[in-house]
């Protein structure tokens, strides 16, 4: 099955840095890649996602990059601010009949103020 | 407003007990999900279900079981509650062929 692997686990940076977080995906068949934030004692929620026909995706500070060579995508922020710390997921959907989204486990970020 | 909703936020039970958590969704999905969020291992698939009475086993379906009579329920069933099971239980709900995922609010179960 799909593994996807979600790196660093941790991220502290300084307000108006990037951050950029880093996952690769092990099945070739994968075709959607989805991004969650989850604020602390909240639930996941959906930021940005990309399909693998598209190489880049931008909005506003969030960007997400594809490379379907390398099978790995990144999540770009640009500019951050103390509300994007959370735990950011990155995940893979295989298509057809498979209907498992597959997470990483998973980037705690922290914007110092 | 979409909604997934579960039936509990927080959940103490003994050892051996038979455990339901449940899930309700308002948007028509086909697609229900069981997560178990633990630290530092992110979000595993325990089960998931594509249609009325269908499932499959997601990661770690060890211990779990689920039940989907009806469209917008899914219950996830702890046949014999153990302590390695006390976690965050996340549901979620998707659309056939659609992509965002919607997720309750979780369910912190501590087994003692």
């Known amino acids: 099955g799909e593994n996807v692997e979600q790196h660093p686990s941790t991220l502290s940076v300084q307000e108006g840095d990037s951050a950029v977080i880093k996952c690769t995906y092990s099945d070739s068949a994968s075709n959607y890649f989805p991004w969650y934030k989850q604020e602390l004692g909240k639930r996941p929620q959906l930021i940005i996602d990309?399909?693998?026909?598209?190489g880049e995706k931008k909005d506003q500070r969030i960007a997400v990059t594809l490379n379907k060579t390398a099978k790995h995508f990144s999540l770009h922020i640009t500019e951050t601010q103390p509300e994007d710390s959370a735990v950011y997921f990155c995940a893979a959907h295989s298509g057809g009949s498979n209907y498992k989204l597959t997470f990483g486990k998973g980037t705690l970020l922290t914007v110092n103020p | 407003d979409v909604k997934v909703t579960q039936s509990s936020r927080y959940l103490v039970k003994r050892t051996g007990e038979k455990v339901f958590l449940e899930c309700v969704q308002d948007?028509?999905?086909?697609?229900m999900f069981w997560y178990r969020q633990d630290p530092g291992l992110g979000l595993r698939l325990i089960y998931f279900?594509?249609?009325?009475?269908?499932?499959e086993k997601g990661d770690i379906p060890e211990g779990y079981s689920v039940s989907r009579e009806k469209k917008e329920r899914f219950s996830l069933i702890l046949e014999s509650a153990s302590t390695n099971q006390t976690s965050m239980y996340l549901c979620a709900s998707r659309n056939r062929g659609g992509t965002e995922a919607f997720f309750g609010q979780g369910t912190r179960l501590t087994v003692v």
């Open positions: 948007m028509d999905h086909e697609n």
């Open positions: 279900s594509y249609d009325v009475k269908m499932k």
């Open positions: 990309i399909r693998s026909n598209v």
